[in-house]
Each structure stands twice: as C-alpha cells, then as structure tokens.
C-alpha cells in the first residue's frame, strides 16, 4: 500500500466539552433566531467566521454549554465550559453610537409614528435601518471592525467556536426583546421612547394648519369663495379620482394604548386587569367597525 504522507493535522486530538448545565438555544436544530432582525445580526457573524467552527458554536448552543450572558451598553460578557475544568471568559462588543449619531437617528425615526408602535409591540420596523443610515451609522454589524471579540481559550481564531455559541444565544434574545440589540448601541428602551415621544411632540407643536382668507372671507386653497362652490360642495374632485379606502385590522394590536405606557392607577389596584380589560375594548370596536365596514348596503 502507498504511504500516506504526514500531516500536522494528524496529531490532533479534537477535544470535546465538559457536560453543563448552561442556557440552551430554544433552537435545537435549523436556524438560530425566527425573526429578521435576529436574522440578520447571525449573518454578520456568519460572514466573520469558517463553517466548522460556526458548527460547534452552533452545539456549544444547544448543548447548555453557555453558563452566563451578561447584556451591558457595547458589551456583553459570557462564560462558556469547554474542554478544560475552568469555564472560558467571552467578550463581545460592540460600539455604542454617540450623543449626535443618536440624536439623528431618533429625529429620522420620529418622523414615522409606526416605529414607536411596532417597537412597544416588540417588533423592529423593517425599515428601521434607513433611519440609522441617515445618522451615517449601521445599525447591525456588517465587518469585523465592527465588533470585538475576546475568548481567553487556547484556539488562535477569533471568533472561536465559544464566542459562537454566545453570539447566536444573543440572536434568540434580540428575537423577543429587539430593544437589547439599541442597548448594545449604547441607549436604554426607556430613553429610545422618551426621545421619540418628545421629537413628535416638538414636531407637531410646529406644525401650523394653513389658513386661507381674503378680506376675512372664507375661501378655497386655489382663492376662489366658498359661496361659490356650494353646489359642488359634497362633489369629489379630479385629486380624489384615484382614492381608495382599505378597511382592516390594525396590524399593531392596541398600539395607541402601548403607545401611551403604563396606566395612572392608584397603587394597590391591578395595572394588568385594567390594561387586559381595555386591550378587549379595543378589540371589539374593532370587530364592530370591520362587521360594519362589510355588512350589505354599507357605501
């Protein structure tokens, strides 16, 4: 038979984690993170790294391997148990945004009351990202100076196979809380909200309706009198000849009370039944405005 020639590889021995009581994936197989904003935080990571290691990170995951992770503003710290009896220390960071990127990515968020909705009701705004490109930032990583990593294992890449493991548990934790991935960019979900609600507040104080008048007698925008519209005054226009009304459910349930934060009930009451109580107001004017809406005869 041929011989086969030697190869460093050779030598090695793959070790094989000690057993760990740890966080385990709520994924314990396919893809880690069922939303797309955690989507798209493992596929940074994904890009950083080779496919083996991504592998065990993946079954350091599911294993419990991870025993801690601690989120923080730009950091999160994690110990993961390997092969050897002490547990390795994990870093992961990631820049926090400045006082004036902030300031210019909540204004070009503010401008879209959908945001603060959808991010109450623990959803990311798809577009969401558009608004921190005008404040010339990403909001996810998308290189690897955007990110740094430290593990205090023997292996000599970065990221290893334990900053893996931690990297997708962060992924299912953005998937229920979105606001976690803002707080490694350095801002709570309590000052995200309060700065909004204070942008529109200030935007709607500046806005001022127009007012059209002629010697303080009423008039149409193009100046013409009212007095002489009035036998067209219940008529559509050539601008509304293309109007269309869409009647349907809110795809943020109860937005406007999610929006408003918590109710001012005396302490001692229940908070939660009120709220509950309410969300099922809002959900049967609802139902009543859609039966309406589609019952025979309605114009």
Request: charged share 25%.
């Amino acid at each position: 038979m041929p011989r086969r020639s030697y190869d460093y590889w050779d030598d090695f021995k793959p070790s094989h984690p000690r057993p760990a009581d740890g966080i385990k994936a709520k994924s314990q197989r396919g893809s880690f993170g069922s939303t797309w904003w955690a989507t798209r935080w493992i596929q940074a990571l994904e890009r950083l790294m080779d496919a083996g290691r991504l592998s065990r990170g993946r079954s350091y995951a599911r294993g419990g391997q991870v025993l801690n992770l601690d989120i923080g503003a730009g950091r999160v710290a994690a110990r993961v148990q390997g092969s050897r009896a002490t547990p390795y220390k994990i870093a992961v960071e990631l820049a926090p945004l400045t006082d004036d990127q902030w300031a210019r990515a909540i204004d070009a968020m503010a401008e879209q009351a959908i945001f603060a909705a959808k991010l109450l009701n623990g959803e990311m705004p798809p577009d969401i990202e558009e608004a921190f490109k005008q404040a010339n930032v990403a909001l996810f990583p998308v290189s690897g100076s955007d990110l740094r990593t430290s593990c205090s294992c023997p292996d000599y890449a970065n990221p290893c196979k334990h900053i893996a493991a931690v990297y997708l548990l962060l992924g299912e934790r953005f998937d229920a809380d979105p606001f976690l991935l803002f707080h490694l960019r350095g801002r709570s979900k309590e000052q995200i909200m309060a700065a909004m609600r204070a942008r529109r507040a200030a935007n709607a104080v500046a806005e001022e309706p127009a007012v059209y008048a002629i010697d303080d007698s009423p008039v149409a925008p193009d100046g013409t009198p009212l007095a002489e519209q009035l036998a067209r005054f219940w008529t559509a226009g050539p601008e509304l000849a293309d109007f269309r009304v869409t009647v349907a459910a809110p795809t943020v349930a109860t937005a406007l009370l999610k929006r408003l934060g918590p109710l001012p009930i005396a302490a001692g009451q229940d908070r939660s039944d009120a709220m509950t109580r309410l969300a099922g107001t809002y959900d049967a004017v609802t139902q009543a405005a859609l039966a309406l809406a589609f019952s025979p005869g309605t114009v």
